[in-house]
C-alpha cells in the first residue's frame, strides 16, 4: 500500500500504525511523540491496534526543544 507520510508518499507492507511508526525507529513509549491519521489524532494507547489503509494521510510529529 501507499500513505502519505509528512506529506511524502510511502511505500508500506505493514497493517497497523505501530509498525509504521518503528519503521521510522520511534519508540511508541517515546515522550514527545504525536500522531494524526487522516486530520484526527491517535492517542497513544491506540497505536499498537490502529490499521492503516492505502491511500492515509499520517502525520508524525516529534517536539523538540530549542529557542
Do not use: C, H, S
Amino acid at each position: 500500500m501507499e500513505l502519505k507520510v509528512n506529506g511524502r508518499k510511502t511505500p508500506f507492507d505493514g497493517e497497523k500504525l505501530q509498525e509504521l511508526l518503528a519503521r521510522f525507529d520511534l519508540d511508541p513509549d517515546a515522550q514527545g511523540v504525536a500522531v494524526a491519521v487522516n486530520g484526527e489524532v491517535v492517542a497513544r494507547a491506540e497505536w499498537r491496534a490502529r490499521a492503516l489503509r492505502d491511500g492515509d494521510a499520517v502525520e508524525i510529529v516529534r517536539a523538540v526543544q530549542g529557542g
